[in-house]
């Protein structure tokens, strides 16, 4: 009971409850049956959606991302998921700020991204006006935590993307703490809205 109000607790905190259905992320599942393309922002609506989805369709080993980023507390707990089910992850085009976050909990069995793709990432915000605050800070350090990652790696988030928490490229910072990322020439999924 105590985890679950502090997991929620974490999610508002970060802006889970911040955007509307109708900015919710596309959930596709490819045709080989084991991809999933997640395509868009994610929102507090998306975390029970990929918990949904990922159950009725078992088997599911492989997610792609094209995310511009959204809800830090969605992020945070499809991470999880990912995580704790040895889930690969790669990035199609882009996948930026909490996005980024997700993909890395692929880290356990599989970090890709496609050749040219842009993963960029900044300090997680407390609210969807771009407030950082210590809470927001040790969240994502938490999390980080939780995914196997170096928690120094906030660190080096911080120090790339203070003090105007501009975006920054997240693969310089990911290679310095020798995390491995293949790289492929062309990643082959496609999203459509259903």
């Given at each position: ?8 607790g974490i999610?508002a905190l970060?802006?889970a409850?911040?955007m509307a259905?109708?900015?919710?992320a596309?959930f596709n ?5 084991r991809?999933l393309?997640i395509?868009g922002s994610?929102?507090?609506y998306?975390?029970?959606?990929f918990g949904d ?5 078992g088997?599911?080993?492989?997610i792609?991302?094209?995310?511009d ?5 969605a ?5 999880r998921y990912i995580?704790d089910?040895n889930?690969?992850?790669?990035v199609?085009?882009y996948c ?6 997700t993909w890395l909990?692929g880290r ?6 496609e050749e ?8 997680p915000f ?5 407030n950082v605050?210590?809470?927001s ?8 935590g939780?995914?196997g ?7 080096d988030?911080?120090n ?6 501009g975006?920054?490229?997240f693969?310089?910072?990911?290679a ?6 293949t790289v492929s020439?062309?990643?082959v ?6």
């Open positions: 009971m105590h985890r679950g109000l502090v997991r929620l999610a970060l802006g409850a911040s259905d109708a900015n919710a596309f599942i490819l045709p080989d049956g991809t393309h395509v994610l929102t507090n998306d975390a029970p959606v989805l990922v159950q009725r369709h088997g599911i080993d492989h792609v991302f094209t995310s980023g959204g809800s830090m507390g992020a945070m707990a499809i991470g995580y089910h889930i690969t992850t790669s199609q085009g930026l700020s909490a996005c980024a976050f909990a356990k069995t599989g970090l890709s991204i040219g793709a842009l993963v960029g990432i900044h300090v407390a609210d969807t006006e771009s605050t210590f809470e800070v040790a969240a994502g350090a938490w999390y980080l939780l995914i990652a170096p928690q120094v790696l906030m660190v988030i911080m790339a993307s203070l003090p105007s928490n975006m920054t490229d693969l310089p910072l990911l310095k703490e020798k995390i491995d990322i020439p062309k990643i999924a496609t999203a459509t809205a259903k």
